[in-house]
C-alpha cells in the first residue's frame, strides 16, 4: 500500500538535490529531476514534460526546456545529441558512458566506455589539446529489430 509519505520522498529527494546543486526548488525543477531519475530510458524532453505533468497538473514547452537546461547546466542531467533523433535526457553519473542506437526502432541503450578511463579513447592530438570527454554513438539493430529483420 502507497502512503503519502512514500510518493513524497521521491519530490523530497529531488528537492535536496536541486539545494545541493545550488539550485532553487520549484515544483517543476523537482518534477522533471524526478522524471529522469525514475526514467530506465533516454527520454525526450516532451516524454518528460508528460510525465513531470503528472505532478504539477500543466507544463508548458518552454518550462520543460527551461528546466532542463537548468539541471544539464547544474550537472545533475546529462543531455544526449544523436543526429537524426531529439535530444534525450538521462542522470548524469560522470561514468562517460556511451550509447548504441538502433537504426530501425531508435531505442538507445547505455555502453560501457569503450577503452579504459574517461575520456575513454587516445586522440592522436598534439599534447597541448586537453581532452576531457568523448563522445561515441555505435549504429546498428537491437536484439528485436534484428530478429525482425528479413535475411539477405
Request: aromatic fraction near 4%; proline fraction near 7%.
Amino acid at each position: 500500500m502507497t502512503t503519502a509519505t512514500d510518493a513524497e520522498e521521491p519530490m523530497a529527494l529531488a528537492a535536496a538535490r536541486l539545494r545541493t546543486a545550488g539550485l532553487r526548488v520549484t515544483a517543476p525543477r523537482m518534477a522533471i529531476l524526478r522524471a529522469v531519475q525514475e526514467s530506465s530510458s533516454h527520454l525526450d524532453a516532451d516524454a518528460l514534460r508528460v510525465r513531470a505533468q503528472r505532478v504539477t497538473g500543466h507544463l508548458s514547452v518552454q518550462a520543460t526546456y527551461n528546466v532542463l537546461r537548468a539541471l544539464t547546466d547544474a550537472g545533475l542531467v546529462r543531455c544526449t545529441q544523436i543526429p537524426g533523433h531529439p535530444a534525450r535526457y538521462e542522470t548524469e553519473r560522470y561514468d562517460n558512458h556511451h550509447h548504441f542506437v538502433c537504426r530501425a526502432c531508435g531505442t538507445i541503450r547505455d555502453v560501457v566506455c569503450a577503452v579504459g578511463t574517461a575520456p575513454c579513447m587516445d586522440p592522436q592530438l598534439p599534447e597541448e589539446y586537453d581532452t576531457q570527454e568523448a563522445a561515441v554513438t555505435f549504429w546498428g539493430l537491437c536484439p528485436d529489430c534484428r530478429t525482425e529483420a528479413p535475411a539477405p
